[in-house]
């Protein structure tokens, strides 16, 4: 079976195609959960002002004084879920039992690996 110059070219431009929006949707998905890991700082933020408030307090309810910050906390948690929701979705293989990875579980998108970076999303691995 003999393969014209045109047929090459065509199924070349094809490859190139899907490795160009491959890298497109890495390079979004790295973008999005850079976003949801300050949002994620603003929550850490905001909950260490509460804290200190209440401990130093002992108040049973929410005062006007830190409700602004509960209310930034609420915000930064909406904003989390609007990020996690436009992700976008891969469709990739289903990897089989015998191939289980072996390592440590990414914090932002729970792949497993063995690297200090996660291979899928870019997020430091930690300890």
């Not at 199924?11 to 890991?37: G, P, R, S, Y």
């Not at 002992?58 to 948690?77: C, F, L, Y």
Request: aromatic share 4%; charged share 30%; proline share 6%.
């Amino acid at each position: 079976m003999a393969f014209s110059i045109d047929e090459l070219t065509k199924k070349v431009k094809d490859v190139a195609d899907m490795a160009v929006n491959q890298t497109k949707d890495a390079a979004e998905l790295v973008k999005i959960n850079v976003a949801i890991a300050g949002e994620q700082k603003e929550i850490d933020k905001n909950y260490r002002v509460i804290g200190e408030w209440f401990v130093n307090e002992h108040a049973g309810e929410i005062p006007e004084a830190i409700q602004s910050a509960v209310d930034a906390v609420n915000a930064s948690k909406a904003k989390i879920a609007e990020l996690e929701a436009s992700k976008p979705v891969r469709e990739e293989p289903v990897q089989e039992a015998e191939e289980a990875p072996a390592g440590k579980k990414c914090p932002i998108c729970g792949a497993e690996s063995d690297s200090k970076f996660c291979p899928h999303c870019g997020a430091p691995m930690g300890e």
